[in-house]
């Protein structure tokens, strides 16, 4: 089964085709422009650079947040557009989910993923080792996550919300990188497909956890 896999939630667009559980090829690309102007191009270089084509695809797997809510947004519509158009199954992947993946042959009970939503805002996901989620997703102030996180022992961290909170966390070093990996999106994808999870395309919803800074700002000014 090949699995045409994206995550558009961060700054980094980054795009994958792997067959079952192995990455064929990932392509990365932080330019500093759009997604919506990067994104296409990077999947048809994907496919140049392997060989394939779009109708080789069996299975999409499509990263859905939280994280930047224009880059979600934009992630979701081409994978709606392009699954429509193959007619193939769908798999929703959380960012959260992905980026506990990198954490990979450490001993610990416990990972916990934190993307920065800035002002000490973190979105949290919470997950015992074998990548299950114990909590549900959180988008809240980084001092009530770790109240949340007193009654868990043998923590990793990963994400940049752990980075921006390195001191709190009181973490010494990170011994994985803290990309959102499309590879990543693929696994869980794959995983989730050999449960019998999957999705119509039309079916797929952002996972924003919290309003976007618009609606924040009229909510407050009434």
Sequence with gaps: ?????????????????SENNKCILELNI??????SETLIPLIQELFNKTNL?????NLI????????FTGIRIGISSIKAIAEFLNIPVIDVSSLEALAYNVQNIN??????LIDARNNQVYCGIFDKNYNLLEDYLADDINNIINILKKYEDIVFVGDGAIANKELLEIREFQYDNVI????????????????????????TPLYLRKSQAERMKQKNG
């Design 108 to 113: 610990c009970k416990i990972i916990c993923s």
């Design 181 to 204: 990996h499309s590879k990543n999106i693929a696994k869980c994808a794959y995983s989730k497909y050999k449960n019998n999870y999957v999705k119509n395309a039309d079916l797929l």
């Design 30 to 35: 932080d330019n500093n422009k759009t997604h």
């Design 1 to 17: 089964m090949k699995i045409l896999s994206i995550s558009t939630s961060s700054n980094i667009a980054t795009v994958c085709i």
């Design 53 to 57: 084509k779009l109708s080789d695809i």
């Design 61 to 68: 797997g499509c990263d859905i947040g939280p994280g930047s």
